[in-house]
């Protein structure tokens, strides 16, 4: 009821235009995000009592030494064709500066530098897979165009108006407060700048919806716990991943956070989503 209320007194708040002052987003923002975040949220250590955002650190900086070969393993090596998606979908607007959230071990930072940017910054929360990103930028002479630094996405130490683009793989899923992060990156995007995020979304139909449902509770926490010897981060995977709300839904945060050409592009059956939005 107090949901309803709230998004009837607002509906007629009217657009965001250019005028606004950067600092700012539409007035619908805070009451909505507020009424979102009465949901619980979802942690990957159920019987700990630090914060979601703690957790995810903390969860990060335990399979960093392992995190790159899960990803690989478990997707059977299509994510690194989910990330070249990221690239292709930036390769028009060819960005000078570009920010890449919850960069994790700089995966699509580095897939980002064979576009002609001046500037990468990748950040994260989690030191120890930064240090193990940053082995693998000096590893490919890169270090003069991409930078990491360990940053919170929900409090982004950038001024205003700063990067042509910002993108996220698998990350948003992860923010404590997730309308905070957007307007975070909303604030530090420059107008007519591109918001890409690519995350795990839930297939729909048979069989596909089945199998995915098995090998994600049954087999990826199996696996997560031989490999990485932390089975409780790789349920939170799923169950993460079922509270996301992904496709239209998302897409709907996105246009109330100010937002606009927004496009949603489903892989792999489903298993992952492509999202692209502007910045007017």
Known sequence: MLTRQLQRSFSNSGRVTRARE?????????????AFEMKEQVVPYVASS??????????????????????????????VSWRKKIVKSLRLLQPKTILDVATGTADVALLLSNLQAEKIIGIDISDEMLEIGRKKIAEKN??????????????????GNNFEAVTVAFGVR??????????????VLKPGGTFVVLEFSKPKHFPFKQL????????CPLLGKW???????YQYLYRSVQVFPEGQKFLNILERMGFEQLQ????????????TARKP
């Open 142 to 159: 890169l270090s003069n165009k991409i930078t990491l630094q360990n940053a919170d996405s929900e409090n982004l130490p950038f001024e």
């Open 264 to 275: 949603c592009k489903s892989l792999s059956f489903g298993i992952s989503s492509l999202y």
């Open 50 to 79: 630090l914060s979601k955002k703690k957790q995810v650190e903390q969860m990060f900086d335990r399979i960093a030494f392992r995190y790159d070969l899960m990803n690989h393993l478990l997707s059977f090596g299509i994510d």
């Open 174 to 187: 992860n923010f404590e407060h997730l309308e905070k992060g957007i307007q975070e990156i909303y604030r």
């Open 227 to 233: 490999i990485t010897r932390d089975k409780q981060a």
């Open 212 to 219: 995915y449902q098995f090998y994600f509770t049954t087999v």
């Open 22 to 34: 950067e600092t700012k987003l539409p007035l619908r923002t805070s009451m909505l995000t507020f």
